[in-house]
């Protein structure tokens, strides 16, 4: 008897590791997907582990910044930028975020096929704007005047929707780049750019009308955005050619010097317009918009494929950077690193 019970009892142990296989994903996950808990907090800084970062923004207020990784939407107080909150209203991988100008709400693209509203304060889900058959999100944009969200999906078409209905308001095809920083709209709210191959369409947000072609890109435009006066609006393209470009005339103003080697990932202005900002590999590149002089280089030894977004605070004082894996703090003035805010090591 005692054999047979000895027996039963090694069959038990063994079978052990085996018995979370009927468990579904959230009962096995739950620990990764809490930011507090497993690999996203350890002490002071957040270890994503396998996660991959998507996007950055900080609120207009300056006072909180989030996160959209693989593993949902992280949200940080900007006073210390420690123990995220899992804003939970928002369903699968997030791609892309946008806050409303008031800052109450966040939009977010979900690989669910989804862009969903969520409140900022509760982290609860608002609305599902639009669910896409079959054709994931690439990208979410509030309007300035907060009336509207853009959103753009893998089959390369721009869609309006009115935020407070969900109805689509306009549809605009053409878009050759999926890239959540190929789409602006201008300060007035009245018209959307997008990179579409090697030129920039300009679209009237009421009409529909395409009212303005741009060529000069010899490479597809990665990344387009306007001035804060909405005078200007600047162009990326992946063989780090830096333009800016007259809005009314869509002719070209500027260009930038190539200064380091490898692809441009993206561009954006400060927020008083002075500073324009690129990233390519591992660095950001800082320039006088009026002289067209390179201020700096901010770099950093990190881990992935380097830095794929940068964002401004709202009082132009800060760079976030965020690449596969790390979100970083830059001095503007010095071009100092100043935190570690998300780590994959």
Not at 102 to 110: E, R, V, Y
Not at 150 to 172: C, M, P, Y
Request: charged share 20%; net charge neutral; proline share 4%.
């Amino acid at each position: 008897m005692s054999n047979r019970l000895f027996s039963i009892l090694i069959a038990l142990l063994i079978s052990l590791p085996f018995l979370n296989c009927g468990l579904p994903p959230s009962s096995m996950e739950g620990p990764l997907d809490d930011p507090q808990q497993g690999d996203f907090h350890d002490g002071a800084e957040v270890s994503v582990g396998k996660t991959h970062i998507r996007d950055i923004k900080f609120s207009p207020d300056g006072t909180r910044f989030v996160v959209a990784t693989t593993k949902g939407i992280l949200l940080y107080d900007t006073q210390t930028y420690d123990k995220p909150n899992l804003l939970k209203g928002h369903n699968g991988r997030a791609w892309s975020v946008s806050f409303s100008p008031d800052g109450t709400m966040l939009a977010s693209a979900s690989t669910y096929f989804t862009n969903q509203l969520l409140n900022v304060n509760t982290g609860q889900l608002i609305q599902t704007i639009k669910r896409w058959k079959g054709s994931a999100v690439s990208g979410v944009l509030f309007s300035p005047d907060g009336n509207m969200l853009a959103s753009w999906n893998s089959e390369r078409a721009l869609h309006l929707f009115n935020v407070d209905t969900g109805k689509r308001i306009q549809t605009f095809s053409g878009l050759a780049n999926r890239r959540n920083r190929s789409v602006a709209f201008s300060p007035d709210s009245r018209i959307i750019a997008a990179g579409c191959d090697n030129i920039i369409r300009l679209w009237d947000v009421n009409t529909g009308q395409l009212i303005q072609t741009i060529k000069g890109h010899t490479e597809e435009v990665w990344s387009v955005t306007f001035s804060p006066d909405g005078k200007t609006l600047a162009s990326g393209d992946r063989d780090l050619s830096i333009r800016l470009w007259d809005v009314n005339s869509g002719q070209q103003i500027k260009t930038f010097s190539r200064s380091v080697h490898g692809q441009l990932f993206g561009v954006t202005f400060s927020p008083d317009g002075k500073i324009i900002a690129c990233h390519s590999g591992y660095a950001i590149i800082l320039w006088d918009v009026n002289t067209g002089q390179q201020l700096r280089i901010l770099s950093k030894q990190m881990s992935g494929y380097g830095i794929h977004l940068v964002e401004f605070n709202p009082d132009g004082r800060m760079i976030a950077s965020c690449g596969s894996g790390e979100v970083h703090l830059w001095d503007v003035n010095t071009g100092q690193h100043i935190k570690t805010i998300i780590s994959r090591y």
